[in-house]
């Protein structure tokens, strides 16, 4: 039976028909599994970020030079940096799908899936994220206020 309210409950089904629990040990791993994808989702968000910043102030010199005709049509259109921009839409994805899965998790309308998740997520802005603003930077600020998540 699908519930549509929250409800507390050992027995929830998670993503697949057959990931379901129906006994607090099988509950307890799905619990923990949904709070390590939502830790893992963070480092992802945290890895993502800080590449992206890198790669702005890469990007910047003082003095650009336009390419040269020798230079490649793929480096021309897409920048010198496109290894790494492609690498980031990559990231992005990933991130992208791993936050849809938790959104769908969370739709199970089970309680303890829903704190595990946000548990998992505060846990890991906590340790990957919370640390980007200790130094006074205000550079990491504007690009977080820029990025998208998937999951809200």
């Known amino acids: 039976m699908m519930h549509t309210t929250?409800?507390?409950s050992n027995q929830v089904t998670l993503l697949f028909d057959s990931w379901n629990t129906k006994s607090w040990p099988s509950y307890a791993l799905a619990l923990l599994i949904?709070?390590?994808v939502a830790l893992f989702y963070q480092r992802l968000e945290a890895l993502r970020l800080r590449l992206r910043l890198r790669l702005k102030s890469a990007?910047?010199?003082a003095n650009?030079?336009?390419p040269s005709l020798s230079t490649p049509l793929i480096v021309r259109k897409l920048g010198r940096n496109w290894k790494i921009r492609l690498g980031l839409a990559a990231l992005?994805?990933?991130n992208s799908g791993i936050g849809y899965l938790i959104m769908l998790a969370i739709?199970?309308?089970n309680g303890g899936v829903l704190l595990a998740v946000v548990l998992g997520?505060?846990?890991g802005y906590f340790v990957f994220r919370s640390e980007d603003f200790s130094d006074g930077d205000d550079s990491f600020v504007a690009a977080e206020t820029n990025s998208t998540?998937?999951?809200s």
């Open 59 to 61: 990007a910047s010199p």
């Open 92 to 94: 992005f994805g990933l």
């Open 34 to 36: 949904c709070f390590l």
């Open 121 to 123: 997520m505060t846990v």
């Open 6 to 8: 929250l409800h507390w």
């Open 107 to 109: 739709m199970s309308y």
């Open 64 to 66: 650009p030079s336009p």
């Open 149 to 151: 998540c998937a999951c």
